[in-house]
């Protein structure tokens, strides 16, 4: 995968030596409540950041791992990463993150918008889904923006602070090759 970007933002792949960068945004209070990170245990934080960086599949060429990396900065700022979920058809899960910040700039909507059809072409998936908690109305605003659908609530589908979460499914189905 090579990198994609203008002036303003860049989007490449992840390398081992942003960890660090996405660990200290991910271990801060106002990185996002609901996600299962707690700041206070040091080992959630890496857990779920190591997850973001080196997703199931990564090796095997059914994940990808990006960096956001704005202009004039010189590390990155959020990630996203896409998945290939076992099924009998290929659909992709979607996760990303973004420090707090960094949000409010357009950032997220941008770089989704430019790795999404690369997303959709190099791992051949007809669908992307992503899970965005109930009361998470930015990642929401978010992912409608880039003309993902909320289709269902799954309840519980998280565990954050001992709390059980629901979240809204969002849908992306790849678009039909023109002619």
Do not use: W
Not at 74 to 90: C, L, M, Y
Not at 91 to 116: K, N, W
Not at 121 to 127: A, E, H, K, N, P
Not at 149 to 170: C, I, M, S, W
């Amino acid at each position: 995968m090579v990198q994609i970007g203008t002036d303003r933002l860049r989007v490449r792949p992840i390398e081992a030596a942003d960890e660090p960068h996405v660990r200290g945004y991910a271990g801060r209070e106002d990185f996002c409540p609901y996600l299962p990170v707690d700041p206070k245990q040091p080992e959630t934080v890496v857990s779920y950041v190591r997850q973001q960086i080196q997703p199931e599949g990564l090796d095997s060429g059914t994940a990808i791992a990006l960096a956001i990396v704005p202009g004039g900065v010189d590390r990155p700022v959020g990630t996203i990463t896409v998945s290939v979920q076992p099924f009998p058809v290929p659909i992709g899960q979607l996760e990303f993150t973004l420090d707090p910040e960094y949000r409010g700039r357009g950032y997220m909507t941008e770089a989704l918008e430019s790795v999404l059809p690369m997303a959709f072409r190099d791992l051949g998936l007809l669908r992307i889904c992503a899970a965005s908690d109930v009361d998470n109305v930015d990642c929401q605003n978010v992912l409608e923006r880039i003309g993902m659908h909320q289709t269902k609530r799954l309840p519980e589908y998280r565990t954050v602070n001992g709390e059980k979460r629901d979240a809204f499914l969002y849908v992306l189905d790849a678009q039909p090759a023109t002619q």
